[in-house]
């Protein structure tokens, strides 16, 4: 399915009719170029005439006239309508604004790629009848557009994955994250595949089921501070049983 993409230009000119209070009253028209296909076959001009966030009227290039969707906006569609170098104007931009300007971003923006981060992860231990838990993810990646599958020996897994969708990060770039439930077996090969446009061929991270550097040394930590532990324990017992040898009792 086609990504629906939106160009839009805002020019705002702002009316400052102040009537005593510290409220604005703000007119501005807004152009939007919507399509969905490279070949921009289905590219649609919008030319839209607000007034404190309410649409007054409004040229759809697919409609090919102005509409109005208030009393005030009414009449001024009428006005526009009439005016053949205006209603022309507007059928015309989908040719002279909207192509040239989009063929600019698509250009410039959106045939870039950013590789993305990629980590995995165990979230849950295998226990008893519960199944082992691997987390793939995938961060700071551009375009949106990517695949995330899972490889038991190379062979594609398709049972017990959950997936969730592309999620916007707020900075132009996306993430994604995949779950594995399986029950490990001895000498097998546990992967996480990605695909995206940024690679030119497909990402393959192998699952290392030894503990991450992070967890050894937690342990070699937790393992030096019983031995501390101990050898503090017998230097003190030595101690007290030099001090209890050398004392004198003086029966009363």
Known sequence: ???LKLLIFHPIPMLSAFTG???G???YT???CVYSTSDYSDMVFLESYSFNKVVDLQFNSSVGKFVGYTEQGVK??????????ILQDAKAAVDTYCRPNVQLDDTSVLDKSVKPKITLRSARQAGGSRPAVLVCSAYEFYPKKIKVSWLRDGKEMTSDVTSTMEMADGNWFYQIHSELEYTPKSGEKISCMVEHASFSKPMITDWDPSLPEGERNKIAIGASGLVLGVIIAAAGLIYYKKKSAGRILVPN
């Open 1 to 3: 399915m086609s990504l």
């Open 21 to 23: 209070t510290a409220h």
């Open 25 to 27: 009253y703000y007119q």
């Open 76 to 85: 001024y569609a009428e006005n526009f309508n009439k005016d053949p170098a």
């Open 30 to 32: 807004m152009h939007e």
